[in-house]
């Protein structure tokens, strides 16, 4: 699993979405889509219409890759920090029950706003 205990996760950059339903699409769901999906050097986070899956891709080859899943149910408070004119960096935070606070740092230009709308779409829905 992944090491959440360290509060930042990574400096995240978008990467094609293909890619990211290509290393997911064992877990997924009927029905669920693929909205996005960022790349730090080996491993990737996947947000989906319903869920974050980080993938902690290990060892030499590649071949043995560890899932962490985030249910977008789980959330009890996010926090979005959009990209300026200077700063084109952005940032989702994350508080989920059971699991506490995940920040997760985009570089360059990502739609963090789309996935915010998501995962308010689904906090709203439980309050």
Not at 36 to 47: P, W
Not at 76 to 93: H, Y
């Amino acid at each position: 699993m992944i090491d959440f205990s360290q509060n930042t996760f990574f400096k995240l950059k978008q990467t094609d979405t293909a890619k990211g339903e290509k290393l997911v699409a064992d877990l997924m769901v009927p029905g669920e889509q693929v909205m996005s999906a960022y790349q730090e050097m080996r491993d990737y986070v996947v947000f989906t219409d319903r869920r974050v899956i980080s993938v902690n891709v290990q060892n030499v080859t590649g071949k043995k890759k560890n899932y962490t899943v985030l249910p977008y149910a789980k959330i009890s408070v996010f926090a979005v920090e959009t990209a300026g004119v200077m700063d084109i960096d952005s940032r989702l935070d994350l508080w989920f029950s059971g699991l506490g606070h995940v920040r997760f740092e985009f570089s360059g230009h990502s739609d963090v706003v789309e996935i915010s709308r998501v995962v308010a779409g689904y906090a709203l829905r439980k309050a």
